[in-house]
């Protein structure tokens, strides 16, 4: 998440940025009104009717090799005919555009819309969670495969950067032996061609669309792909789906899922117990991307942002709750 400082709408900025991409002209103050803020700052815009959505990010909170090894791997995906999000080249043929602007340094990118609908806003039937098991198995399989000339992080190199993030930010000392303890755990996995590639890392329902015309899942929003175990994608994928889901149906859903992905690609006997593993792996991460983002404090903030503050502070309590110490 973008640092709080970050997540004001800029249509003047976002404007400049489309310059650099052909737009409609006479829709584009409407739908600029629909953009929201997360990770990015994102607004969608019509091109000859057709949606598209422009990406901006400031240049502080981003690693241009790891956006220019998303959109590579998007490219790739695409000569691979894996239904996903398709980056849009600007006027000047290049997918990842530097801004200097009156509002600072910006990463801007166009991706055209995919089609269906978000996972989360279906019925979570058996069909569709195949369908969504099987997309994940076969972007892994996919990723066994690729050979990047920009290659995206490890989890090493995320480590590093935790690390640091909690030395900066003063956390508890229990959650730098947490990080420690995953540190090891995960460097005495062993580490192959089929366990190991170049994940989603966000491959969670509203992440993923299903076309009912074409019957298949379409993944969007690859930016924190890194080099992984794969079971990390399956853990983010099966936690996000089990919060979506009732107590009494998640035992179908997670079959359901599972079934999909084990269409195409073999899961590893002790996967079950692995996960727990990449589980605490990710809540270091959110952790330390947390306490990031709420660490600075400005005058006079707005009401929403004191809301929004108060809720990340509660994600990170939880955190480190659930470490012990």
């Given at each position: 998440m973008l640092k709080l400082k970050y997540l004001y709408e800029n249509y003047d900025l976002a404007k400049f940025a489309l310059k650099n991409w052909d737009y409609d002209t006479d829709t584009l103050d409407e739908y600029l009104q629909h953009f929201r803020i997360s990770s990015n700052a994102v607004y969608p815009f019509l091109w000859q009717g057709n949606?598209?959505?422009?990406?901006?990010?400031?240049?502080?909170?981003?690693?241009?090799?790891n956006l220019k090894g998303e959109l590579e791997f998007l490219c790739y995906l695409q000569s691979r005919s894996y239904p996903a999000v398709i980056p849009v080249a600007s006027n000047s043929g290049e997918l990842v555009v530097t801004l200097d602007s009156i509002w600072g340094k910006y990463y801007a990118s166009v991706f055209k819309a995919v089609d269906g609908i978000c996972i989360e806003n279906t019925d979570f039937n058996e069909h569709i969670l195949f369908a969504y098991g099987r997309a994940l198995g076969q972007l892994h399989v996919l990723s066994t495969e690729y050979s990047p000339e920009n290659k995206k992080w490890t989890y090493r190199d995320a480590l590093l950067w935790i690390g640091k993030a909690l030395e900066e930010y003063h956390a508890p000392d229990k959650m730098l032996a947490e990080l420690k303890e995953v540190q090891q755990a995960l460097s005495e996995l062993p580490q192959t061609g089929d366990t190991f590639g170049l994940i989603h890392y966000d491959f969670e329902p509203d992440n993923v669309f299903?076309?009912?015309?074409?019957?298949?899942c379409t993944a969007i929003d690859f930016e924190d792909g890194?080099?992984?175990?794969?079971?990390?994608?399956?853990?983010?994928?099966?936690?996000?789906l089990m919060e979506n889901i009732p107590t009494d149906g998640q035992s179908i859903a997670k079959n359901a899922f599972l079934q999909g992905y084990q269409s195409v690609k073999t899961l590893e006997p002790d996967y079950a117990e692995k996960l727990k593993l990449m589980r605490r792996f990710c809540n270091l991460y959110s952790y330390a991307r947390l306490i990031r983002c709420v660490a600075e404090e400005y005058s006079n903030e707005?009401?929403?942002?004191?809301?929004?503050?108060?809720?990340?502070?509660?994600?990170?309590?939880?955190i480190e709750n659930g470490v012990a110490g």
């Open positions: 949606m598209r959505f422009l990406r901006l990010s400031p240049v502080s909170e981003k690693m241009e090799n299903w076309d009912e015309n074409n019957q298949c890194m080099y992984h175990f794969f079971l990390v994608d399956l853990e983010q994928a099966l936690d996000a707005p009401d929403w942002m004191v809301e929004l503050r108060e809720k990340l502070h509660r994600k990170i309590k939880l």
